[in-house]
Nanobody, 118 residues
Framework: QVQLVESGGAAVQAGGSLRLSCAAS????????MGWFRQAPGKEREFVAR?????YYADSAKGRFTISRDNAKSTVYLQMNNLKPEDTAVYYC??????????????WGQGTQVTVSS
């Protein structure tokens, strides 16, 4: 079974940058779609970005965030630049082997906290 472990979350000043990592176990990482989601207190979990062969971003992430993957290391990254207070949330890594509903992923990580202060 695939396991996902996020890291890299921290407290940062507005305008700063962070790089989140998600290390995945298993032998089928390369053909799994990987995604990043986030959830702020009192709000619904929302999509941030996903990647298989190409990338796709939420409007809130376009131009500031970059998702990438290193299949040799079985790791997916989320580079976040020009962070804003509204980016504050718990960020989750997810994986799935086929297209399903927008939030229907097979595996989820435990989450990593990102806090952006003004």
């Amino acid at each position: 079974q695939v396991q996902l472990v996020e890291s890299g979350g921290a407290a940062v000043q507005a305008g700063g940058s962070l790089r989140l990592s998600c290390a995945a176990s298993g032998d089928i990482f390369s053909n799994y779609e990987m995604g990043w989601f986030r959830q702020a207190p009192g709000k619904e979990r929302e999509f941030v970005a996903r990647i298989l062969w190409s990338t796709y971003y939420a409007d809130s992430a376009k131009g500031r965030f970059t998702i990438s993957r290193d299949n040799a290391k079985s790791t997916v990254y989320l580079q976040m630049n020009n962070l804003k207070p509204e980016d504050t949330a718990v960020y989750y890594c997810a994986a799935r082997s086929r297209m399903q509903g927008p939030y229907e992923y097979d595996y989820w990580g435990q989450g990593t906290q990102v806090t952006v202060s003004s």
